[in-house]
């Protein structure tokens, strides 16, 4: 046996070698096969993307005009003071430039939206791969949508969740990144983005919630709205307060980690109270009736697109006075109300005896029967005649007692009928006193109307067109043709004067009758409103105590058909005041806004002016599209004498002094305040319009189907009480006025006379002593120079 050659590999090691080798060189053709792979699914997913851009692009939304970005805004109406008003539309935004929106704001949305969207060029790749670690660790999850997929979404794209749109996404947001700077593209963000309650934009958010403007944010509130855009009802302030709070205080934490903010001002903000206004705030200014004026005259000229190119429409309306004038009429509505029977509950519901199932039917019912203003809705718990125990719809439990219970004695009575019988379950309403008491009313059935305008110049300065927008959208200011009663006679004396009668003129107060021969119809026998005939009285004093028999024998003298083209003069309708006697006691129809219009004539001097609403109307950048200027009074305008609007002033200022308004100088003491109070026959109508030199004003109180106010009830007692609490805050500081007295007009013995009848043979011997003593009638002689002038007998 020999030895093994040295160079012989034992066949043991040779065998164990080999497989060996043949692993690891399978194991690196693996490789290279996976590496193979992987690089040509790569390169097959680039293509695919390539061709899908190819095919995509072309399909995607020209976004250009982003570059120019106009979105729909709202048309807003606004008072002369440029305060808001009323706005109109799908959408409110308010578009703010970037430059505008306060870091604050901007800070609170980049720390809960895209914290580095300064620094990605459209796609946050961190920010995706941060989220799924959320995601597979069920942490909170910051999200991975930037604020550039949030604009390309929300403005091109539908919501639906499709492999196809998240493409269209992304290429939409790459194409957003060339196109427009970061700053555009978060200017566009934060003015489109709905934020709930209809606001769009952070904008009209802060005024929609907070009532404040964008700029004047705190860091509380700006973390407040900036949780809206994630889920604007989850997260609403007004419905989900214990969310959104919650929310909050998530983001304001973000500020601080991103160090937009101090822990300072992160503690203060967490510990700030929040003001969110709430859906029936009572602070806005009640001008519903002219917005929707302007909303219908936009419309006319701008169709549709009035609604969204985001018009800014400045009224002449002042805010305060509009203010004043629409408590003042539901004031006196509602004084008026105290005054009727108790018509009953609105509805009865049956509370459930669980807490929760009656909370439930509470809440229900209140949401059927809203508040109307500062008249309440209530749900009766307990009731008997000397208290009632009642729950809001906010859960406040209200208790009225004494007083407070008057208005609806009969419903508490044990013999009230069923229908009007207070008791559990019955949905009431209630107002609350200035002494903090509860008082029990209803919602009243009576309207109103109330206009006041600069009589200089024709601009509205107040318009409430009914007691409440909501419950009656019909405007009675423009809308409502009435009869004027016995605030229709200046008219007729002004015609008087043009045909030689005068303010010392003495008229009998005597009974008149005309039988059928002479109406033409009934037999006609006109009263006065207090029954009572006192004999010949001067024609000042026949106005000023409203006597229809003076009016009557005045029309008579002055001829019907000629007094019918004289008050077109003030531009009344002829048609509506046809030529008979009757027109004497404002028998026609008018506006409340015809009347306003009509009574300045006498307050500026004899010039007819139009009324007008609208002084300027801008775009949404301000540039002005049409201007209004207040016409200045000049003699084209003129549509009676001076002298004659001069004398007819003295008499109509003879009414609020020691007339049928005489509570107008009493309460305001002050003598420059003119006008006449009208009831109509039956008292159908109340009224009294009357001026200041620098502002006229009209209130209209009657019933929209017409049926008796009640026998008491006169133009003095209902809307001469409005027309006062208006005047005491609108003629605050407004100096007394005195009147010019105009070239033709000469005074003697204390009366207004035109020239030519003063000189007149015996005018002296009129002796104007009726002032002396004002409630007793006197006959005054006149002198027999000129058959117009005589002592007017006709009918006696």
Known sequence: MTDPSPNTVPKSASTTEKPKKTRWHWLIRLGIWTAGLMLAGVATLVLLAGMAMAVAFPNLPDISDLSDYRPKLPLRVYSAEGKLIGEFGEERRHLTPIKDIPKVMKDAVLAIEDARFYEHGGVDYKGILRAALANLGRIKSQGASTITMQVARNVYLTSEKTYTRKIYEILLTFKLEHLLSKDQILEIYMNQIFLGNRAYGFAAAAESYFGKSLQNLTVAEAAMLAGLPKAPSAYNPINNPKRARSRQLYIIERMLVNGFITPEQADAAKLEPLTVKSNSDNTRIHAEFVAETVRQLMFAQYGDATYTRGLNVYTTLNADQQDTAYKA???????YELRQFYRGPEKFVSLPGDPQAMDDVIDEVLQEHPDNGDVMSAV???????????????????EITGDGLKAAESGLSDKAAANIKIRRGAVIRVVQTPKKTWSITQLPEVEGAFVALDPRDGS???????????????????QAWRQPGSSFKPFIYSAALEHGITPATVINDSPLF??????????????????KFEGPMTMRRGLAKSKNMISIRILATVGAQNAQDWITRFGFDPDKHPAYLTMALGAGSVTPMQMASAYAVFANGGYRVNPWLISRVTDQKGNVLSQMQAPVLDESMRTIDARNAFVMGSLLQEVTRSGTAASAQASLKRPDLYGKTGTTNDSLDAWFAGYQPSLMAVTWIGYDTPR????????????????????????????????????????????????EYAGSSGISSLGMTHDENPDQPQVIPMPPADEKRRILDLFR
Do not use: C
């Open 380 to 398: 009766v718990l307990e009731a008997s005649p000397k208290k009632i125990q009642a729950i809001r719809q906010n859960g406040e439990p209200i």
């Open 329 to 335: 009429l539901r004031r006196g509505i509602m004084n």
């Open 514 to 531: 005309f039988d059928a021969g002479v109406t033409g119809g009934q037999p006609w026998e006109p009263k006065n409103y207090d029954g």
């Open 460 to 478: 509205i300065k107040a318009m409430v067109g009914g007691f409440d927008f909501e419950k009656n959208k019909f405007n009675h200011v423009t």
């Open 708 to 755: 008796k106010l009640g026998a008491r009830e006169t133009g003095g007692g209902l809307s001469l009480p409005v027309w006062i609490e208006f005047m005491a805050q609108a003629l605050k500081n407004v100096p007394v006025m005195d009147p010019v007295v105009p070239e033709g007009v000469i005074n003697v013995g204390g009366e207004w006379f035109y020239d």
